[in-house]
T-cell receptor, first 112, second 114 residues
Framework: DAKTTQPPSMDCAEGRAANLPCNHS???????VYWYRQIHSQGPQYIIH???NNETNEMASLIITEDRKSSTLILPHATLRDTAVYYC?????????????FGKGMKLTVNP | EPEVTQTPSHQVTQMGQEVILRCVPI?????FYWYRQILGQKVEFLVS????????KSEIFDDQFSVERPDGSNFTLKIRSTKLEDSAMYFC????????????FGPGTRLTVL
């Protein structure tokens, strides 16, 4: 089962920052936090990942708390095309398993 | 930007028939994966493949399923005798390495078993 919990849904106004929370209170030291999203029934799209430090790329920023028990994905200027299901996944880099375990994710709806 | 491609985008088949779903992973990637998503449900891992061998498989990946890398570019998933419950979106993914590397997904093949 997924080791992360996310609210089932969230709304955001177009042009505003979308802050997507994720709880992973049982995350281990070897587990990265990965974020993917899925638009309609398309393939999951990689967004960003991190271990301890905050990360930023052209799509988003990832803020991980110091105790690593939670994180926030930030879409700085949400657009209608960001409407999707967002998945927060704890991925063990040393666990011997190569599979990503997807939960139900969180449906983000960006409103005009 | 390199991407994973999958064909066909939609496959309709009769129950009991064999289907082959095709994927072209990103060219320098060495690890390949299949996932599936039944309508309205979670994305589920099926199998991972490296160096012409299955490296990990889930309980879903039973004897009806097989994977193959028939040449230097394609990666296939075969379902020998399809069942109604095999109807799902099937996603191929690839990564440069396992564990520490990001998996990139293809657009998926929608399989409909009648």
């Amino acid at each position: 089962d997924a080791k992360t919990t996310q609210p089932p849904s969230m709304d955001c106004a177009e042009g505003r920052a979308a802050n997507l929370p994720c709880n992973h209170s049982t995350i281990s030291g070897n587990e990265y936090v990965y974020w993917y999203r899925q638009i309609h029934s398309q393939g999951p799209q990689y967004i960003i990942h991190g271990l301890k430090n905050n990360e930023t790329n052209e799509m988003a920023s990832l803020i991980i708390t110091e105790d690593r028990k939670s994180s926030t994905l930030i879409l700085p200027h949400a657009t209608l095309r960001d409407t999707a299901v967002y998945y927060c996944i704890a991925y063990d880099i040393q666990g011997g398993s190569e599979k990503l375990v997807f939960g139900k994710g969180m449906k983000l709806t960006v409103n005009p | 930007e390199p991407e994973v491609t999958q064909t066909p985008s939609h496959q309709v088949t009769q129950m009991g028939q064999e289907v082959i779903l095709r994927c072209v992973p990103i060219s320098n990637h060495l690890y390949f994966y299949w996932y599936r998503q039944i309508l309205g449900q979670k994305v589920e891992f099926l199998v991972s493949f490296y160096n012409n061998e299955i490296s990990e498989k889930s309980e879903i990946f039973d004897d009806q399923f097989s994977v193959e890398r028939p040449d230097g570019s394609n990666f296939t998933l075969k379902i020998r005798s399809t069942k109604l419950e095999d109807s799902a979106m099937y996603f191929c993914a690839s990564s440069v390495e396992a564990d520490t590397d990001t998996q990139y997904f293809g657009p998926g093949t929608r399989l409909t078993v009648l």
